[in-house]
């Protein structure tokens, strides 16, 4: 007897109760209550007609089942002549012939029949989705990739071993020793079209490995200063850029009263921060406590580099981080909640160094409950049916898929509770969407930087607390009810082509399942 689909059954229904126990303490809004009931019966049909929610990638037998129900799609035949090329000793393009693209195949990858109907597009380089296949046919290990993203290839060749070149672009390796992953390192930086096609193209029997000293050549041949460490995994690498020049950082709180969860959060900066050269400015929204008026004095003559703005308006984050942010000095602004407090002590200088870089529009961090269970680890668009945020709820010590929870990697956007931008990419958004209050403006602004050419970075080597509500709570009176539907309609409408596809969450993952493979139509 399987017993998948009731198992399958039994965990949709802890869920629930969990959403209307833990998270609502039995006081779910009429609203929000039909929105998950809607959730619970489509994900109840999926059960019924897959067994399941979601399958596993890391478990063979859902892998190979979910392969069975996945749709391929019409794809047209290559508008380029497309030459196999098979690992030799040296790259060799003598024999390519006459073609426009080359397909590089480094051993132990064998391309499925469906790589000869990919059309390419008109991309520079383009790669594929991968998985191992054994001699007896059978397959595991996916390989689902995001689209293009630059500092994620700087943590390992997440690109693999398999994929297309211009043959023009590829005439400046000619003649030199095989290495993809140096390949694609040197291509990422010339301003091409790397198109990502989201086919299982190809079987790599080859596990990932540690390229450690490619990378380390790169940057040194690139002239670009970083310290480079092999993360536990063993494959993935951390790379920390220099800050130069120490610049100055302007650190953004607002706040309401609450002093006690306040004065952690700025005792932990003074205490835990090795970076020295830092401004704070406490935006207080109407505090009504004399204790809070008292607290706030006694900081500002304690800190020379402390300052407090008083705005007296309803609660806008947007506008008091906009306010703040006219108020302050610093060639780089981080938004931070009042309801956090440091763990790594050298926080600033990790995201200063990829916030101080070109390309870079922000910088978020890992934050956790005062359990330790993760709180944010980036954000996934169309999680949820807008947005929310990647492993939440996981164990600290969750190993995340492709190394997304131990190696820098770009994300869509992420959290402004601990959120880096600098002041460039700051005034030339215009701040912060005051339209949105409480919902989706760190997504908004994440989303405009996507859009205007900039990538956002997810940092697991910094650490917060969070604790999530203590200052706010969870919203539940039906002005705020009202108010959270119309910011996320605002939302859907603007973002759906995002909603529909974050360019780094695969598609072929659920959407409320961080990276399960999605069964039917997923759960949103």
Request: net charge negative; hydrophobic share 35%; charged share 25%.
């Amino acid at each position: 007897m399987d017993l998948s689909g009731l198992t399958a059954k039994t965990e949709l229904l802890k869920k629930a109760l969990h959403i209307w126990a833990v998270q609502y303490r039995f006081v779910i809004p009429r609203e929000i209550l039909k929105m998950y009931i809607h959730k619970y019966m489509h994900e109840r049909m999926n059960i019924a007609r897959y067994g399941r929610r979601y399958f596993d990638p890391a478990v063979n037998e859902e892998y190979e089942k979910w392969l069975t129900y996945r749709k391929s799609g019409t794809m047209q035949k290559p508008n380029r002549d497309l030459i196999w090329l098979s690992e030799t000793e040296k790259l060799d393009l003598s024999q390519t012939e006459d073609c426009d693209y080359v397909l590089l195949v480094s051993k132990g990858c064998h391309t499925y029949a469906a790589l000869g109907d990919v059309n390419l597009k008109e991309g520079d380089v383009i790669y594929f989705d991968h998985d191992r296949r054994d001699s007896y046919g059978n397959r595991s290990n996916p390989v689902l990739k995001p689209d293009f993203s630059y500092n994620t290839l700087r943590s390992f060749n997440y690109i693999g071993r398999c994929f297309a070149v211009r043959k023009s672009l590829l005439k400046q390796f000619d003649q030199t020793e095989w290495n993809p992953y140096y390949w694609l390192l040197k291509l990422s930086d010339q301003n091409l079209n790397i198109c990502h096609i989201s086919t299982i193209a190809y079987s790599d029997q080859n596990p990932m490995v540690c390229e450690e000293e490619t990378l380390r050549r790169y940057l040194a041949e690139s002239n670009t200063e970083a310290d480079v460490t092999v993360n536990p995994d063993g494959v993935s690498c951390t790379v920390k850029y220099p800050v130069q020049d120490e610049p100055l950082v302007s650190i953004l709180i607002p706040t309401k009263d609450g002093v006690s969860v306040l004065k952690r959060c700025v005792d932990s900066i003074y205490e835990k921060s090795t970076y020295r050269n830092f401004e704070i400015i406490i935006v207080d929204n109407g505090s009504e406590m004399p204790e809070t008026a008292a607290y706030l004095e006694d900081m500002t003559k304690a800190h020379d580099n402390l300052q407090t703005v008083r705005i007296d308006v309803p609660f806008n984050f947007s506008y008091l981080n906009n306010c703040a942010a006219e108020h302050a000095s610093g060639d780089y602004l981080v938004l931070l909640n009042n309801d956090t407090e440091i763990i790594t002590p050298d926080w600033l200088e990790q995201m200063l160094g990829y916030a101080a870089r070109e390309n870079v529009g922000s910088v978020g961090v890992k934050l956790y409950y005062e359990d330790n269970t993760i709180q944010h680890g980036g954000v996934i668009v169309g999680k949820g049916g807008a947005a929310a945020h990647r492993w939440y709820r996981c164990e600290h010590d969750q190993k995340g898929y492709l190394y997304t929870l131990e190696a820098p990697n770009d994300v869509s956007c992420c959290t402004a509770a601990c959120l880096m931008t600098s002041r460039k990419c700051w005034d030339e958004m215009c701040g912060m969407n005051e339209e949105l209050t409480v919902q989706f403006n760190d997504v908004d602004y994440g989303l405009r930087l996507l859009k205007a050419g900039y990538f956002n970075v997810f940092l697991p080597s910094v650490e917060l607390y969070h604790y999530e509500s203590k200052s706010r709570g969870i919203d539940k009176d039906q002005k705020a009810v009202k108010r959270f539907f119309e910011e996320v309609n605002w939302f859907k409408e603007k973002y759906g082509d995002y909603i529909e596809h974050d360019p780094f969450y695969n598609d072929g993952f659920d959407k409320n399942y961080d990276y399960k493979l999605i069964a039917g139509t997923g759960s949103n």
